[in-house]
């Protein structure tokens, strides 16, 4: 089975440009999951969705940053203008609300440098 | 809230060498307790994971148990390879499992 895909794998992008990062989540996962890493803050939640619906954004750094998730197989996470503090590993994950243990699943990330 | 405290790294080890990484947390009720790996350049895989008290979850020689009168879930392995170098978060998924909580991380580097 395919896992959670997301892309671009790695953008370097100049300040003040718009940077939208994808992710498809594995097939019958109702909920999708957007984090970020860096190395002074670690694993951050940024936002959640249940059934294409944001449940949580409170993890959401600023205006800046949006998400979408405009069906069960899509998600965005956009950032306009993008600043240099946004260089991070942007990971995608999701779940199925029957799987055992309540287990998510990550992508491989897409690794963003604003410079 | 929802918590997770790993011990600091990096630990360097020997090969053959036995390895815990310790992880305790604060959570309201019963929640299920993970090990994610991150290899580097890589994204974060599930390495094993418990959902009740006493439950121990094992793979790839690792093995971790659910310690509820501890809130501890530590990470261990019997003998260490070089393959085994990468980040270790431990994490908690709360009652509802809506989303993961992790700890700060701990990078294992294991030597020749």
Known sequence: DAGVIQSPRHEVTEMGQEVTLRCKPISGHDYLFWYRQTMMRGLELLIY???NVPIDDSGMPEDRFSAKMPNAS???LKIQPSEPRDSAVYFCASRNTDSS???IYFGEGSWLTVV | GDSVTQMEGPVTLSEEAFLTINCTYTATGY???FW???YPGEGLQLLLKATKADDKGSNKGFEATYR?????FHLEKGSVQVSDS???FCALSGRRG???TFGTGTQLKVEL
């Open chain 1, 49 to 51: 969705f249940n059934n």
């Open chain 1, 74 to 76: 899509f998600s965005t």
């Open chain 1, 101 to 103: 243990g309540n287990t």
């Open chain 2, 31 to 33: 929640p299920s307790l």
């Open chain 2, 36 to 38: 994610y790996v991150q």
């Open chain 2, 68 to 72: 509820k009168e501890t809130t501890s």
């Open chain 2, 86 to 88: 990468a980040v270790y």
């Open chain 2, 98 to 100: 809506n989303k993961l």
